[in-house]
């Protein structure tokens, strides 16, 4: 098995753009970890390229000095012989993507118990003066007990986004991100979560975009309470989205606590009958049905991009 400074690769675990993941036991405490390396790509621009490895190593300096019950705790990370790697905690679960995957949309309560523990994480390493920058459905675990593990602080800055429904608008204008960055993402991955489909689902990078710059998401089938606080944290413009993870939180929590009023049970019970109706005016809806499995298809391709990107 390879050695790479003082890890032993063992298992490979995934690949991606970044490079290759394996299990890695360390030479003298016989630790086992996650290891993480990559090069430089051949065609990267070296001053770009040097630039991007600057900000990673300024990231990951703040990263290795976190100290939180739901983020993934960075052991060590160095540079030997052309090969940036990074070496952490090494749990057993399954990240909320593979999760919504095998079971669908989940509840409102597990979606608040999974928001609470992210947005905490979030709020520690704010608190550190780090963002995440690169939150999505795969850099949450979920482990055996329901706690909540963020993985990947650190790498924000040198993973490609390009195409992701869950970047912010203003990464895609590739402008200068704060907390509410984060927000977005957070706001994006709550979206999935009860949804069971990305905000977004696009035939391509650009046209995802496109969609992040300048659509609206579907209509979430949730309370109004609940709309309001998603499509906030959602919001285009960073000024209308709450302060950073930890606002949104909150929010996301109350929201979700505070049930329907009667007037909004009422609209929609009315909104279930016109349904209704006009199903039975139109009973050949065919169409709606192939329209779905196309979108179906469509999410199941686009998440298998997006894993192989997170690896």
Same mark, same amino acid.
């Given at each position: ?11 490979? *675990? ?29 065609? %990267? ?11 990673? @190593? ?33 749990? @057993? ?17 597990? %979606?608040?118990?999974?928001?609470? $523990? ?23 675990? *979920? ?11 650190? *790498? ?24 509410? %960055?984060?927000?977005?993402? *957070? ?13 977004? +689902? ?24 609940? $709309? ?21 939180? $909150? ?43 196309? +979108? ?12 192989? $990107?997170?690896?």
């Amino acid at each position: 098995m390879a050695l790479i400074g003082n890890y032993r690769l063992g298992e490979e *675990l995934g690949r991606g753009p970044l490079g290759t993941v394996y299990v890695a036991t360390h030479v003298v405490t016989h630790k086992e970890v996650v290891f993480r390396g990559f090069m430089k790509p051949p065609n %990267a621009n070296e001053v770009a390229w040097q630039e991007c490895i600057q900000r990673y @190593t300024e990231e990951l300096s703040h990263a290795v000095e976190l100290d939180h019950p739901n983020i993934a705790e960075i052991f060590e990370y160095g540079h030997s012989e052309g090969i940036y790697w990074i070496a952490t905690e090494l749990f @057993t679960g399954q990240n909320v993507a593979r999760l919504l995957d095998h079971d669908g949309p989940m509840g409102q309560e597990q %979606a608040v118990s999974i928001v609470d $523990q992210v947005g905490d994480a979030l709020r520690h390493a704010l608190e550190k003066g780090l963002l995440h920058l690169d939150l999505t459905p795969f850099n949450i675990l *979920l482990l055996e007990d329901q706690s909540v593990k963020v993985i990947n602080f650190g *790498l924000g800055h040198i993973r490609d986004k390009w195409g992701s429904p869950y970047a912010s608008p203003e990464i895609v204008r590739n402008e200068t991100p704060d907390a509410r %960055a984060d927000v977005f993402s *957070l706001g994006a991955v709550v979206y999935e979560m009860l949804a069971g489909d990305p905000p977004w +689902v696009c035939s391509d990078a650009d046209a995802t975009m496109a969609a992040v710059l300048s659509e609206e998401p579907p209509e979430l089938k949730q309370p109004k309470a609940v $709309q309001d606080v998603v499509a906030k944290m959602m919001d285009k413009d960073p000024a209308g989205r709450y302060g950073d993870a930890g606002e949104a939180m $909150q929010a996301f929590r109350e929201a979700v606590h505070a049930g329907p009023t009667e007037a909004q049970k009422q609209e929609e019970e009315t909104k279930k009958r016109t349904g209704l109706r006009a199903y039975r005016v139109k009973p050949g809806l065919s169409k709606f049905d192939l329209t779905t499995s196309d +979108v179906r298809s469509a999410i199941t391709e686009l998440r298998s991009k997006l894993s192989a $990107q997170r690896h």
